[in-house]
């Protein structure tokens, strides 16, 4: 049956096919929906593990008990799964393990640009790397087939493009797979004795697998003339497709690590020029530039950001016909917290008071921007609290009275916990606030062990947020609510004036959340508002000021406003969109002339 699929819904289908009984994954973008896709085949258990550590080493145990078994990640959740996966290439698999990783070329939501074919080369695992839908599916049924033919790990490489694209798949049926569990001390238990005796097996399986990319269909040759020839692989093969057409032959690779030799010296061979078009980093080119062969690339193409069609038609002379173009002076849309988010009272209250403020990967990072523009640090998931410690630790009281840690609860239980840990143990007046919205909200309200649902929304074990910061040795713990900015207030000035290591928990659940049952929208008092903007000190995108003609008044005038009227600010007044206000009443709490009323009371 063909069926019109998302990629990452294709491979989720990919994986239900090959008969995967096993998934662990953490949630981030753009690798989310794999595993969003894979819950809801009933013959796949599912799980959101606290992190991707745990997540590739639960799908190891469930593959050597016999079982396939998949983790997905996107490209910096490696960096954490990666101590895993570089001992897993030793020890080798029972029944198949397969990861994916997600790429975000062009840090659509990322806090950095990394390619993550280096992981493969530097772990010597086998890497597929899918240009579409189809071969999403098709590739991740491939990857059990080598991981249980060459006893190995296998790594399969999205991109946000194909993972969020949608392209015409044909679906099969299951095949159900399962091995016995043998005791193997001496695959499985990697001591040095033992894992020098499997380093030679891991040498000897990538000469195995070299030869297996000269062969496998995946990496195919398109050929049409001998003027240019053109390696590459993913999102970059349908680039080179549309600019190109038959204009160009094509070296096709869906297999990049590790890459072929002779495939590419043959087809090398048959050309006049050499181009490798992939993104980032130059792996495939400094490949073919190993074998000694002449080629472009990099002198031709950009080593950031996503390529294009049209990028990649203007690298090479070219236009393509009826090409779009980014419209012209388009008004920027920059990304803010959304009406009512739990977090911007908080951060109101750390910039009322001047805080530093280190923060960590959420969608609470956007505390870094203007009006707010209070978070200092952004750098993994967890360094805010690693940060925090080590910056006390080097500028004592100075720093201690006004420097805090913020940190998801998410994002806590990924890897916060050992750094509040550090702070316990090592004893630095640390203060930590961990913004407990009872989700992972960045990624799309996934749940996590502090929340007490499981990845099916049904009761889970829950963690204690105050008791587990209580038993790690934080004696200071007190939870506060964000809408109420002077309980905010007394609790940040009362802990930084503590001389000893505390942790406040901000709690209010996502306002996004279906479960969360708002209150009615605010309006503003025309007769009331002096147009003094301390309401727009909170940056709320359902407030805005607008020119006093418009005649707003009470609640029924402001609905018959249009909220794209323009925006005047001689003599404006505040406007709430009653589209957007959950009636937080954040705002009210700072307009000194309590000029925002409930439209209950309208």
């Not at 799964?81 to 698999?93: K, W």
């Not at 010296?265 to 980093?281: C, G, P, T, W, Y």
């Not at 109101?348 to 978070?375: E, H, M, N, Q």
Request: aromatic residues 6%; charged residues 20%.
């Amino acid at each position: 049956m063909k069926e019109l699929m998302l990629g990452n819904k294709a491979l989720a289908r990919g994986l239900w096919e090959a008969g995967v009984k096993f998934v662990s994954s953490y949630p981030g973008t753009p690798s989310t929906e794999i595993t969003e896709e894979a819950v809801k085949f009933d013959d796949i258990y599912c799980e959101w593990a606290p992190n991707e550590k745990v997540a590739m080493e639960s799908a190891f145990g469930a593959s050597l008990a016999g079982r396939r078994a998949f983790c997905g990640q996107k490209h910096v959740g490696l960096n954490v799964a990666a101590d895993p996966l570089f001992t897993l290439s030793y020890t080798g698999v029972n029944a198949g393990l397969v990861a994916v990783v997600a790429d975000d070329a062009g840090m659509h939501s990322s806090q950095n640009e990394q390619d993550s074919r280096h992981y493969a080369i530097a772990a010597k695992v086998p890497m597929l790397e899918p240009s579409d839908s189809a071969e999403a599916l098709n590739f991740a049924k491939l990857a059990y087939e080598i991981s249980e033919t060459y006893d190995t790990p296998v790594l399969i490489k999205m991109c946000t493009r194909v993972a969020h694209s949608q392209s015409v798949v044909e679906t099969g049926e299951r095949v159900e797979v399962s091995k016995a569990y043998e005791k193997n001390i001496a695959k499985y238990v990697m001591m040095p004795g033992n894992a020098k005796r499997r380093h030679p097996i891991v040498e000897e399986r990538t000469k195995k697998l070299i030869e297996f990319a000269e062969t496998t269909p995946i990496n195919r040759v398109e050929f049409f003339t001998d003027e240019l020839g053109i390696i590459t692989s993913s999102t970059c093969y349908q680039y080179v497709k549309e600019v190109f057409g038959e204009g160009a032959s094509v070296l096709k690779l869906g297999m990049i690590n590790p890459l072929p030799v002779e495939l590419i010296k043959n087809f090398a061979a048959k050309v006049k020029r050499l181009v490798v078009v992939e993104e980032l980093d130059p792996i495939i080119e400094n490949h073919v530039k190993s074998l000694g062969l002449k080629v472009e690339g990099s002198n031709l193409l950009p080593r950031i950001d996503e390529f294009s069609q049209n990028l990649i038609a203007e690298a090479f002379g070219k236009t393509i016909p009826n090409s779009t173009f980014p419209i012209p002076n388009c008004p920027p849309r920059p990304p803010v917290m959304c009406a009512g988010c739990p977090h911007r009272g908080l951060f109101y209250s750390l910039k009322k008071r001047k805080c530093t403020v280190l923060g960590d990967i959420g969608c609470y990072t956007l505390g870094a921007v203007p009006p707010l523009s209070t978070i200092e640090l952004t750098l993994c998931m967890g360094a805010s609290i690693g940060a925090t410690h080590g910056f006390n630790k080097m500028l004592g009281k100075e720093s201690e009275s006004k420097t805090v840690a913020v940190i998801g609860d998410s994002t806590f239980m990924h890897s916060g916990m050992t750094g509040l840990a550090n702070v316990a143990y090592n004893q630095s007046n640390s203060t930590v606030i961990i913004l407990d919205n009872s989700i992972t909200g960045m990624t799309g309200h996934q749940q996590n062990p502090s929340t007490g649902f499981n990845i099916k929304g049904d009761p889970a074990g829950k963690i204690d947020l105050e008791a587990l910061c209580r038993s790690m040795g934080i004696k200071r713990v007190r939870v506060v609510d964000p809408y109420n900015l002077k309980e905010c207030d007394a609790a940040i000035k009362e802990e930084l004036a503590a001389q000893e290591p505390s942790v406040i928990i901000s709690r209010r659940p996502c306002a996004l959340l279906k479960t969360v049952k708002h209150k009615p929208p605010l309006y503003v008092d025309k007769d009331k508002c002096i147009g003094c903007k301390s309401c727009m000190k909170i940056g709320c995108p359902a407030i805005s000021m607008r020119n006093e003609e418009l005649g707003i008044r009470n609640y029924n005038d402001a609905k018959a406003i249009p909220h794209s009227s323009f925006l005047i600010p001689n003599s404006a007044k505040a406007v709430v969109d009653q589209t957007q206000c959950v009636g937080c009443g954040v705002c009210s709490q700072l307009c000194p002339k309590k000029a925002f009323a409930s439209t209950k009371e309208a």
